[in-house]
Structures are given as C-alpha cells and as structure tokens.
C-alpha cells in the first residue's frame, strides 16, 4: 500500500472509540505519526498498542477539550511529542436526545462545549503549527477535517441542541475554510448519516428505541466508513480541496 502521509503528523480527537478510534487507525497505516486524544486514557493506550503492533508510531495525549488550555496543551504534547502537525481531525462528540420542553439544559451546554467549542479550540491552537506545515512540509499542504453530520444541514426533532451544534460546525468550517486557503491549509467537514458508533448509547432507552423506530433496520455506517473518507480528502494532491462530503448509509433518506 502506498503510505501518502509518510513523514506527516496528525491529531485525533475522540480517538477512544467509533469514528476517531477507526480514523487514527487508518491515518497511521497511510504513514502518519498519530496522536491519540481523548478524555478515557486507558482506551487511547489500548489503542496505542494496536498501531505499535501494525507497525506505526502514536502519542497518547489524555485531555478534556472543553477547555481552551487543554485543547492548546494537547497540540502543544503533540508537537513536542511528533516533532510537527499536519493534520487535525476534529471528531470528539457527544449526542444527547430528546425532547426539548423538560430537557436537561446543562446537556445541551456539554453538547455546545464538546461538539462546537472543543473543535473551535482545538483549530485555533493548530492553525499556527498547520500554516508552518504547509509551508514547509514533505507535502506542502495541511488539512483540517471536521466531524459533523447530516443533523448539521436538516434539523430534527428530539434533537434541538445536537442540531444547533452540528449546524454550527458547518458554520465554522466553511468560514474557515475561506482564511487559510491561498497558503494551503485545507478545512473540510464530514456530515454522516445514521453512524453505528456510541453515541446512540448516551442516550436513555426511550430515546433509542424512538431512534431506532425511526431509522428502521437500515445498515448503518462503521466508523470505518467515515475513516476512510476522512483519509480520501487528506490525501488529495496539494491542488485540491474537498470543503464539504456528506455519506449517507444507502438505506436512509434524510
């Protein structure tokens, strides 16, 4: 296999499981160093393990993106750690549901601050390390790659605040997409549909069973799936962009 991020370091948030878990994986068989971060420590060394046994070198960085310290720590350890950064993935994310009359506010706050806020510290403090890869190495190019979902361009019920983040999200990214792009630092969002990860199970009984009923017996997508567009879009020649891929699984309609 061609590794097309050999000499390249990338940072994964959420890497513990799912999405970001599937993505470190795949990022280090394309040749990066990866950093590993996330909140349970035992999970990301776990991790760890595996890509040391496949041949690939990690960082395992423990850290609570929701606040801005922390998420500028964890590019810092990641530096210092890898020697470089030229790739973020922005995945960490939380999915709390249901209805909004009676809804826990301080769950909406969590979402805000680890989907959105989390993602926007964690961009602020690469952006300076991704402008110096971009200009200086082995590829010539740097890419940001954010998290969404298709909950980000159509609004649902049960789900006002994951909503208002993810569509808050696309927001971000599309904005900054627009800054960095004539010194080639690249800002992608990935909006996936129905994802069988944990984040359905953050949620009670009712509200899975509600969530269930209505995607029906779909085959949902693996966080394989997302792993795999994540590296198409960071491996692309140092030319082209991809600012926006919505994956669907084939069976779901919105």
Known sequence: MTRRLEGTVALVTGAS??????TARELSRQ????????????????????????????????????E??????????????????????DNAGLMLLGPAP?????????????????????????VPHLLKAAAQGPRRVADIVNIG????????????AYCATKFGVGAF????????????????????GSVDTELRTHNPDAVREQLNAYRGDIERLQGQDIADTVSYIVTRPRHVAIA???????GQQI
């Open 68 to 89: 801005p310290q922390a998420a500028a720590d964890a590019v810092e350890r990641t530096v210092a750690g890898l020697g470089r950064l030229d790739t973020l993935v």
């Open 17 to 22: 499981s799912g999405i970001g878990h599937a």
């Open 149 to 160: 979902s298709v909950a980000g361009r159509v609004a649902f019920g049960m789900s006002v």
């Open 102 to 126: 009676g809804a826990d506010v301080e769950g909406w706050r969590r979402m805000v601050d680890v989907n959105l806020m989390g993602l926007m510290y964690c961009s602020h403090a690469a």
């Open 244 to 250: 926006e891929l919505r994956v669907r699984p084939t």
């Open 31 to 66: 040749g990066a160093a990866v950093a590993l971060v996330g909140r349970r420590e035992d999970r990301l060394t776990e991790l760890a393990s595996v890509i040391s046994a496949e041949g690939g070198t990690s960082l395992v960085v423990p850290a609570d993106l929701t």
């Open 173 to 192: 990214s599309e904005a900054m997409r627009q800054e960095p792009t004539g010194q080639h630092v690249r800002v992608s969002v990935i909006e996936p």
